[in-house]
């Protein structure tokens, strides 16, 4: 579960106390180490608690995972330490665009791990099926970064640094190509879903090969992944993963079932985020510590921080389809909210501003309601609540970085939380 508004929420099994640690043991073995409180400045009202100050504490185990000052002395690898500093500080946004942090030089110290990989995925989808391969290389080739599998490299030689592996084993990368492959997957039946005509600038699978294609494409990826993950023979894993596919199906049927649903509390916004996006990441994370032989102090750290970096990238992206064009993002404008998907911008502005709850009812009938609504959300501050969330689930991802030891990959994962919330800066 997952503390929200003063709430406590279920995220597939996961039992989280309410100051956001994994507590498979019992309450009584935390303590607060370092507390770290952090602000919301939104635009009036209790934003459902969610202004409210919390504390994150880090459990005991040894003096690894103590939880220190968020202030890291150490400079990052592209410059994020200003970021990184400000996150429980209450950094202006704008405040660290001075240095930004290129993605390109953030996987660098991983960019040989990536290229194996890269070349690894032609064969492990398939050249038996050329037109499946052809539906999954317009996802492969439409711009991505690679960001997922870069983070099972990065934590996987991060952990095997604190438990003094030389080298990578099979697993490791099996695994990161296993999770891109899931991740495709889920992008081509998104897209199917949602009708959406562009990923990332060019046209989706289902535009290119047709819906029937499309649809098969993705369950053939799910299918093969699920494979290879089963070649893996570790249990923990097997079903680390296996639940990654079925909160997919589960963040969509929430997705779909609340649609222009204005009564939809901030707890459910995040939950379906979990489903949709961080339950993913968080697996990936956690999956890669385990097959460094971490025990399960590290490997649940390891899941915390990459839930918590996959609800703020969540987050940010949801600011970002209010703030940026549609040459920026590939895709129209403001067209989650078009189709009635309501995310944080929104939940927040709807606690301020009644007629924007008029207007999403309506379903956008009148000829340019929805450049209303955008003005709206953009107007009452919905924006800077939602930055401020961003920032919040980014500070608690940092925490969790606090039992790596120092080295170039621990580094990158800092890195990792600063480019996201630069992306709003």
């Known amino acids: 579960m997952m503390c929200v508004t003063g709430k406590s929420i279920d995220f597939a099994g996961k039992n989280l106390v309410s100051c956001g640690c994994s507590s498979n043991a019992s309450f009584d073995r935390y303590t607060v180490r370092s507390c770290v409180k952090v602000n919301s400045k939104g635009c009036g009202g209790s934003g459902r608690g969610h202004g409210a100050r919390k504390l994150v504490c880090c459990r005991r185990r040894n003096t690894q995972c103590r939880v220190s ?10 410059g994020g330490t200003k970021a990184i500093e400000g996150l429980t500080t209450g950094l202006d946004l704008k405040g ?3 240095s930004p942090i290129s993605p390109a030089r953030l996987f660098e110290v991983v960019a040989d791990d990536l290229l194996t990989l890269n070349k690894n995925l032609q064969s492990i989808v ?4 050329p037109v499946l391969m052809s539906a999954a290389e317009q996802i492969f080739s439409a711009g991505g970064k690679r960001m997922r599998p870069a983070l099972v490299f990065l934590v996987s030689r991060a952990t095997a640094e604190l438990l003094g592996l030389k080298e990578l084993t099979v697993k490791h990368r099996r695994l990161a190509e296993i999770i891109e492959m899931i991740h495709t997957a889920s992008l081509i039946h998104d897209d199917v879903l949602d009708e959406s005509d562009l990923r990332r600038g060019k046209k989706t699978v289902h535009q290119m090969f047709g819906t029937r294609v499309a649809v098969l494409a993705g369950d053939f990826m799910f299918a093969q992944s699920s ?6 023979e570790n249990i923990e894993v097997i079903k680390l993963i296996s639940q990654v596919i079925k909160d997919f199906a589960s963040g969509e049927i929430r997705q779909a079932s609340s ?3 204005c009564d939809l509390h901030l707890d459910e916004y995040l939950i379906k985020s979990y489903y949709k996006t961080a339950s993913l990441i968080a697996a990936s994370t956690k999956g890669a510590a385990i097959f460094s032989g971490a025990d399960s102090s590290i490997t649940e750290k390891m899941y915390e921080y990459g839930k918590n970096l996959g609800l703020s990238f969540q987050v940010v992206d949801d600011i970002l389809d209010f703030t940026q064009s549609a040459e920026q993002l590939g895709k129209p404008a403001g067209s989650d909210l078009a189709k009635g998907n309501l995310t944080a911008p929104v939940i927040f ?3 301020k501003e009644p007629k924007l709850r008029d207007i999403i009812e309506s379903e956008f009938s009148e000829v340019g309601a929805l450049d209303e609504a955008i003005n709206l959300v953009k107007g009452c501050g919905g924006i800077e609540r939602a930055q401020e969330l961003a920032k919040e689930k980014a500070d608690l991802a940092i925490q969790c970085l606090q039992c790596l030891p120092q080295s170039v990959f621990r580094l990158a994962l800092e890195d990792m939380v600063a480019y996201n ?5």
């Open 69 to 78: 000052s968020m202030k890291t002395a150490e400079p990052t690898l592209n």
């Open 96 to 98: 660290y665009s001075e």
């Open 126 to 129: 398939g050249a038996e099926n």
């Open 227 to 232: 494979w290879y993950l089963a070649n893996l």
């Open 259 to 261: 649609l222009f649903d």
């Open 349 to 351: 502005a709807l606690e």
């Open 421 to 425: 919330l630069q992306r709003i800066a």
